[in-house]
């Protein structure tokens, strides 16, 4: 298992803070132009820290329309920053499941030939699709609904444990790891409050990581560090403890 830091799409804070961690996740700003991305301090800053990389997707780009033709452009979208990560040695892309109205059943099947295509242009470029679960979000899939969809097209998941109990509490959290664990690859995890506080250190918040380790003990795959701070210490220790949680006999 390979526990990075999420660093949003600054190349100084993970100057900063990825030293220690075994792989950096880059988001991708909606509307950035990935040639302005500064690849050769990108590889050094990895190089020097020893770490792997990974991308997230523009957050607020929605997957699926009613509109087959800006469908289509989406798709050719993607397919240009997914052709970037490859050339920098992305293992893996985070792609929100998203859609303008994800309540619209007509849509599902849509979305599913969406994320057919991203995952196939994304294996194209060496690279391993992985949807993260929004259903939190106004524009997300329900757990179930993404994934359900997620198993029909054998595309891979990104679990966010502090979005899954946003959505519906450690109940979510559970039934969504009983169902779909099989199906998850990568790991978000940082912890949250009810309230809406989000992205907190694990131990801040109200996530009873006992769960994860009842269903996720010996994940072999990658772990992302998903706390929205600088703290260098903080953000080891929650990455400690979710070693802890998912190599329990460690």
């Known amino acids: 298992m390979d526990v990075g830091l ?84 992305a293992e893996k892309a985070v792609l929100h499941g998203t859609a303008r109205n994800p309540h619209d059943t007509d849509l599902r099947p849509l979305f599913a030939d969406q994320l057919t295509a991203i995952a196939t242009a994304a294996d194209d470029t060496g690279v391993e699709l992985v949807v993260e679960n929004v259903g939190h979000q106004k524009r997300g899939f329900p757990l179930t609904v993404l994934g359900d969809i997620a198993r029909d097209t054998e595309t891979a998941v990104c679990f966010d444990v502090g979005h899954a109990y946003m959505e519906d509490g450690n109940d979510g959290v559970d039934r969504f790891c009983s169902q779909y664990g099989d199906l998850v690859s990568h790991l978000h995890v940082h912890d949250v409050r009810s309230r809406g506080d989000t992205h907190l250190p694990i131990g801040a918040g109200e996530i009873n990581y006992d769960i994860v380790t009842e269903h996720l003990a010996g994940f072999d795959e990658t772990v992302a560090v998903e706390v929205f701070t600088d703290d260098v210490l903080l953000l080891r220790d929650t990455a400690r403890r979710a070693r802890a949680a998912l190599e329990p006999d460690s």
């Open 6 to 89: 999420t660093v949003g799409d600054s190349l100084e804070r993970l100057e900063r803070t990825i030293p220690g961690f075994e792989f950096a996740e880059l988001s991708i700003g909606d509307g950035t132009d990935v040639e302005d991305i500064n690849a050769d301090r990108l590889e050094t800053t990895l190089t020097d820290a020893r770490a792997d990389l990974c991308v997230h997707l523009p957050f607020k780009q929605v997957i699926v329309t009613p509109v087959h033709q800006i469908n289509d452009a989406i798709v050719d979208y993607l397919e240009t920053l997914l052709e970037w990560a490859g050339s920098v040695g």
